[in-house]
């Protein structure tokens, strides 16, 4: 599946560093939201941007800042992460004009903070 | 109360047999319920989605929708090995942008 990609794959970062996260949709879709898989623990939304207007932070710490500069990018910038940080992100992209279009994923970015 | 709940499982079935997955939601204004399937390492890929009460078949898979008891769920006939994955219940709310997903029911079909 390409069409939500997203990079890096696998990312490993101390408490001190700056990373970013990068995802890209070539589906047409305007909307994109970030999401974190920890395990045993169900989706949990972090942040919806729907025509590049973030409408949607789920009280997500400012440690985890996104940006969004157009419709088909989308970054998540990390910086001082904490260990229970570590998790699978998620970026999904959908359509927003109608109520029924799914969300499709990209493969993920395993993060590991020591 | 969680806004979208699933037995966790696991749940295991013989091959060959019916595998019933079950979800509530506590949104009673939710329009939209997609179930999708995560395989161990990888990202979630919708398998079915159902707007109207009622029975929806695709292939070996049947959602089941009933907003009156906030209940929908997902048959799948004839399991296969392959079908062992995490089963993800997602609704969208009234809102219209944000979808929430369910902690999934962990499915093992034994060979």
């Known amino acids: 599946e390409t069409g939500v990609t997203q990079t890096p794959r696998h990312l490993v970062m101390g408490m001190t560093n700056k990373k970013s996260l990068k995802c890209e949709q070539h589906?047409?879709?305007?909307?994109m939201y970030w999401y974190k898989q920890s395990a045993k623990k169900p989706l949990e939304l972090m942040f919806v941007y729907n025509f590049k207007e973030q409408t949607e932070n789920n009280s997500v710490p400012s440690r985890f800042s996104p940006e969004c500069p157009n419709s088909s990018h989308l970054f998540l910038h990390l910086h001082t992460l904490q260990p229970e940080d570590s998790a699978l992100y998620l970026c999904?992209?959908?359509?927003?004009?109608?109520?029924?279009?799914?969300?499709?994923f990209g493969p993920g970015t395993r993060l590991t903070v020591l | 109360q969680k806004e979208v709940e699933q037995n966790s499982g696991p749940l295991s079935v013989p091959e060959g047999a019916i595998a019933s997955l079950n979800c509530t939601y506590s949104d009673r204004g939710s329009q939209s319920f997609f179930w999708y399937r995560q395989y161990s390492g990888k990202s979630p890929e919708l398998i079915m989605f159902?707007?109207?009460?009622g029975d929806k078949e695709d292939g070996r898979f049947t959602a089941q929708l009933n907003k009156a008891s906030q209940y929908v769920s997902l048959l799948i006939r004839d399991s296969q090995p392959s079908d062992s994955a995490t089963y993800l219940c997602?609704?969208?709310?009234?809102?219209?942008?944000?979808?929430?997903f369910g902690a999934g029911t962990r499915l093992f079909v034994k060979a």
């Open positions: 589906l047409g879709h305007n909307a």
């Open positions: 997602a609704v969208m709310g009234t809102g219209g942008f944000k979808t929430i």
């Open positions: 999904a992209s959908r359509h927003s004009g109608g109520t029924y279009n799914e969300q499709f």
């Open positions: 159902i707007y109207s009460n």
